[in-house]
Each structure stands twice: as C-alpha cells, then as structure tokens.
T-cell receptor, first 114, second 113 residues
C-alpha cells in the first residue's frame, strides 16, 4: 500500500459525459501528478500540482482539467468523453515539486467510456 | 528527445534465472532513473532508482546498471521468482522540470516455476 488513495476504482460512463476522479496523496506529500495508462500510449504524464498550484502540463487534452484543494487532495475532471478516453488514470504523490524524489502511485481509476 | 526506449517487450525466464531489462534515452537532461513494477489491476510500485553519478545500485535481488556515456540503463533481477512476474517500467525525469516521469513502454516478465 503506497498511502495514495484514488476513488472510484472503476467508472463506466457514456460518450459526451463528464466525470471526476479523486486522489488523496500520502500524508505530508505536497505534490500530485496525474498519469494516463492506455494500451496504445502507455503511461503518459498529464498534469502536476504542488501545494495547490499547477506546475506542469503534459499531454493533457483541453477537455481535461484538474485542481488541488487546500487539504491537498486533487481532482481530475474529464469532460465531453470519447471512446478513446477509456484508460487507467493514476495519481502519484511526492514530497517535493522539483527534487527528483520518489513518486508513489495510487491504485488507479479504470475509466470505461461506452 | 523526450523518449525512453525499453526492451524487450516481453521476457520469459526460468525460476532462479537472471532477468535483464534494458532502457535507453537521448535527452542528457534526464538525471533520475527509477524502475517501477506493476501487477495487473494495481498501480506502479517503485522498485529502485539511480542517479547518473553512480554506475550501479543494488537493493536485494534488484540491481540497476547505469552507463552514462551510452545513455543506457538496465534492471537485473537475480534469482528470479514466479512472484516477480509482472510488468516492469523504466522511467526518467529531468533536472529543472517538475520532475514528471517519462516512462518506457514496459516489459512483461514471466518467471516459470
């Protein structure tokens, strides 16, 4: 158990819908990263927040957004969902934003878009 | 230049054997190289990591070998066990960035009993 929690574990929805994925980092970790894992694209970085502020963006679609709240939990919002958005979504947390420290991954949310 | 190339895609090893997975990178700004292990239905779990100031790091049965001049690094699993059967990912992060990880494509390891 990494100490990172994600809810829900599974999510099934229809095209065009909007969903919210939630992540709680390890106690004391200020940095949250979101990654997408799909068969064709592998594991890809989406976005990072540090202590409530967005620090970096990767291959994140404009239909996707995220935020980190004062209690440090983070939410990833996916809207206008398409079949191709079906994937595993992981969050990871680390102590620092730029220290090259270990990132600990949550169990993921499996999103299925029908 | 952002890519990390991983090979082989799949690997079958007998119990007690040595598993070797290789990764190569182009961007010399990468300065942190972790390996993750992922079981089906689980998130990636950090196994071991190395920085380019050392050529080798060992933790238990797991060893990273790092060749800075060749821009290559590899994971060696000694005395491989059936419980090691999983997908392994190499990754890298860059100095001066937000330390997001760039992952290799993964290696599915099967250790036969």
């Amino acid at each position: 158990d990494s100490g990172v929690t994600q809810t829900p574990k599974h999510l099934i929805t229809a095209t065009g819908q909007r969903v919210t994925l939630r992540c709680s980092p390890r106690s004391g970790d200020l940095s949250v990263y979101w990654y997408q894992q799909s068969l064709d694209q592998g594991l890809q970085f989406l976005i990072q927040y540090y202590n409530g502020e967005e620090r970096a963006k990767g291959n994140i679609l404009e239909r996707f957004s995220a935020q980190q709240f004062p209690d440090l939990h983070s939410e990833l919002n996916l809207s206008s969902l398409e079949l191709g958005d079906s994937a595993l979504y992981f969050c990871a947390s680390s102590v620092e934003a730029m220290g090259g420290n270990e990132q600990f991954f949550g169990p993921g949310t499996r999103l299925t878009v029908l | 230049q952002q890519q990390v190339k991983q090979s082989p895609q799949s690997l079958i090893v007998q119990k007690g054997g040595i598993s070797i997975i290789n990764c190569a990178y182009e961007n010399t700004a990468f300065d942190y190289f972790p390996w993750y292990q992922q079981f089906p239905g689980k998130g990636p779990a950090l196994l071991i990591a190395i920085r380019p100031d050392v050529s080798e790091k060992k933790e238990g049965r797991f060893t990273i070998s790092f060749n800075k001049s060749a821009k290559q690094f590899s994971l060696h699993i000694m005395d491989s066990q059936p419980g090691d059967s999983a997908t392994y990912f190499c990754a890298a992060s860059m100095v001066g960035s937000a330390r997001q990880l760039t992952f290799g494509s993964g290696t599915q390891l099967t250790v036969l009993p």
